[in-house]
């Protein structure tokens, strides 16, 4: 069974930094990919960063471009996603997400995710 568990979240003021780490389990061979995403209340979920497991390729929107940056260590199986700089505007809880498929990979169709940590953002 596929297991996510995020930590590393926790308030902070406005141009300030957090690292989030996503542990995974349950699985003998890597996922495809790995992303984190975030929701605010009343606002729709949004895919903030996305990593391919073996090439390594990452992807991110323009909203967090420059400020984010997703990496893995395999041998921990976990992935982190560095955030700095962050703006009020960040402020939502942040999963981490997995899947085993290259289509749910391109179209951040995630079909595993962890319970998600709290990022509150001050101005």
């Known amino acids: 069974q596929v297991q996510l568990v995020e930590s590393g979240g926790g308030s902070v003021q406005a141009g300030g930094s957090l690292r989030l780490s996503c542990a995974a389990s349950?699985?003998?061979?890597?996922?495809?990919?790995t992303g984190w995403f975030r929701q605010a209340p009343g606002k729709q979920r949004e895919g903030v960063a996305r990593?391919?497991?073996?090439?390594?390729?990452?992807y991110y929107p323009d909203s967090v471009k420059g400020r984010f940056t997703i990496s893995q260590d395999n041998a921990k199986n976990t992935v982190y996603l560095q955030m700095n700089n962050l703006k009020p505007e960040d402020t939502a809880m942040y999963y981490c997400a997995a899947a085993f498929d290259g289509s749910r990979c391109l179209s951040l169709d995630f079909n595993y995710w962890g319970q998600g940590t709290q990022v509150p953002v001050s101005s």
């Open positions: 349950g699985y003998t061979s890597g996922s495809l990919c």
């Open positions: 990593i391919y497991t073996r090439s390594r390729e990452t």
